[in-house]
């Protein structure tokens, strides 16, 4: 079949409201770990300032914490995997999966954490109050935007251990940060003056900085950037590929004062593989110019958008320099409801976000172990780092004399988890194919659940961060991550991500959270 077929891409979007929620299950029981197994009491944190009216919420059951239960070792069961995605962003890879059905019911939403409760005053509970939760049931095709419930405080725990002290062995030093980016800031810099002055196809080249370096949730060193350079495009029309949502065609209107990009069209179509191969062989070129600068490119992986290079020394550092196309106009059709932020951020902001520029990278669509070489899929990064960057109701939300929130610091312990996960189990195939990129979109719908700076209190850091990894195992489970962009896509489908490894990180998760995370503590 011809890749170049498409539909055509729908111009205009209204903002959307965000996805009704419905109650979701009970938390699984506590399974013991299936390979293997200081303490820090948490400090107790000032009460941060409010801003705005608050819903006030009542009080909270006492739940006894469940000791983990023995069952036998989880054994492996290999599942043919590929290599990690290079980018966050290369989660949206191959075939996309769609997620179909019904939207669940609406129901209310679940209170905020509200401070000063009985709980909290050492208020002792009667009878009633401290019976044991029921036992978890399993709920099938249950929907993964539904909400987890409202959590807070010692309800949650199981185990003891401190999420301030793992916060505090991840932060940056500004020494380190400060060398990094010299060094980085150095060798960008020599690339895109070169890019600009030269007589190129890629004159018209600006920075971008994106990734998690930059929306400043970095964890443990500042090793690793990823830098888009981004090219303005004017006069192009996008074909949705294969209804993929993800991945589009591009092509150039009329243009009768020609086009320095016509020697990468393939039957009229801009390819994607061959510009950046081009960009690549400029940039590899280019590097053996820089000065007092031991740099490597790493070889091409297949599929992946980036031009990785290695800066050797003084330390290595890891540099993903990403090819964009600027396109100005109205988003794609099919992120139309999309970026559900109206009740978190507010409607003004979604408004504003999508009166942006959006990107397209080199990131071809899989059809089978083939990548169709002239697509182009949608990107969100810049999109990505302005919300984390402006992340509360409140306008001064985390800045130095404004309210104070953890939602960050819960997106740091939840990418940590995976790192470390990974790095325990760095033979196992099953995780592969995790990434922080599922990690940052299941915080995402976490936040768009849970839109009140209230809701995010720093002294409730650990129940947050609990409300966060509950929602993570209930897309595993039912098998549905929605794109925060791109709702039809689901990054859990069977086709980008097998049953078995899904099943295996969900276990190991579990066994984390009902055992006080043993993994934080390993160096």
């Known amino acids: 079949m011809d890749p170049r077929r498409g539909k055509a891409t729908r111009t205009g979007s209204k903002p959307g409201a965000a996805a009704p ?64 995605p290079l980018s966050a962003e290369d989660a949206v890879d191959g075939p996309t999966g769609l997620v179909e059905g019904p939207e669940p019911p609406a129901a209310p939403e679940p209170p905020p954490l509200r401070a000063g409760s009985r709980r909290e005053r050492g208020t002792a509970g009667s009878a009633r ?7 978890p049931t399993e709920v099938p095709g249950l929907d993964p935007m539904d909400p987890v419930p409202s959590l807070g405080g010692r309800e ?6 401190n999420p301030r002290a793992v916060l505090a062995k991840l932060r940056l030093r500004r020494q380190e940060i400060s060398a990094a980016a010299e060094i980085v800031n150095k060798v960008v810099d020599h690339l895109l003056r070169r890019l600009q002055t030269c007589e190129s196809e890629f004159k018209g080249v600006a920075l971008l900085h994106t990734g998690s370096y930059y929306e400043h949730v970095k964890n443990s060193a500042p090793d690793e950037f990823d830098v888009m350079f981004k090219l303005e495009v004017p006069r192009i029309e996008l074909e949705e590929y294969r209804e993929s949502r993800a991945h589009y065609i591009v092509k150039f209107k009329r243009n009768p004062g020609g086009n320095p990009l016509s020697q990468f069209l393939v039957r009229n179509v801009l390819s994607a593989s061959q510009m950046l191969l081009k960009f690549r062989k400029i940039i590899k070129e280019e590097i053996k110019n820089i000065e007092d600068a031991d740099i490597v490119v790493e070889r091409k992986k297949r599929g992946s958008p980036a031009v990785t290079l290695v800066i050797r020394k003084p330390k290595e550092i890891s540099v993903d320099v990403i090819l ?54 949608l990107s969100f ?78 002294k409730e850091l650990k129940a947050c961060f609990i409300r966060c990894v509950k929602y993570f195992l209930q897309c595993l489970k039912t098998e549905v991550l929605k794109h925060y962009f791109i709702p039809e896509v689901n990054l859990f489908s069977q086709d980008t991500i097998d049953k078995i490894s899904k099943e295996f990180l969900s276990k190991q998760i579990e066994y984390e959270e009902n055992n006080g995370f043993p993994v934080f503590k390993e160096v």
């Open 156 to 161: 949650v725990e199981a185990g003891d251990w």
């Open 324 to 377: 964009a196309l600027e396109a100005k106009g109205s988003w794609p059709a099919s992120t139309q409801n999309g970026l559900p932020i109206v009740d978190w951020l507010g409607a003004k902001v979604r408004t504003s976000l999508r009166l942006q520029p959006f990107y397209l990278v080199p990131k071809n669509a899989k059809e089978g172990n083939n990548f169709i070489e002239e697509t182009w899929r």
């Open 381 to 458: 990064s810049h999109t990505e780092k302005e919300i984390l960057r402006n992340h509360g109701q409140c306008k001064t939300c985390c800045e130095d004399k404004g309210v104070k929130c953890c939602r960050k610091d819960c997106l740091k312990l939840m990418k940590y988890l995976l790192e470390q996960l990974k790095k325990k189990f760095g033979d196992r195939k099953e995780l592969n194919k995790f990434c922080s990129y599922h990690m940052k979109t299941a915080f995402f719908h976490v936040c768009t659940q849970n839109p009140l700076d209230s809701q995010w209190q720093p």
């Open 21 to 84: 929620q419905v109650s979701a299950p009970s938390a699984k029981g506590a399974p013991t770990n299936p390979s293997e197994s200081r303490v820090v009491p948490e400090a107790a944190r000032p009460k941060a300032p409010r801003c705005g009216a608050t819903r006030s919420s009542g009080s909270q059951r006492k739940k006894s914490a469940q000791g983990p239960q023995k069952r036998p070792p989880v054994r492996a069961r290999g599942a043919g995997a590929e290599k990690v």
């Open 129 to 135: 109050e401290r019976r044991p939760p029921p036992a």
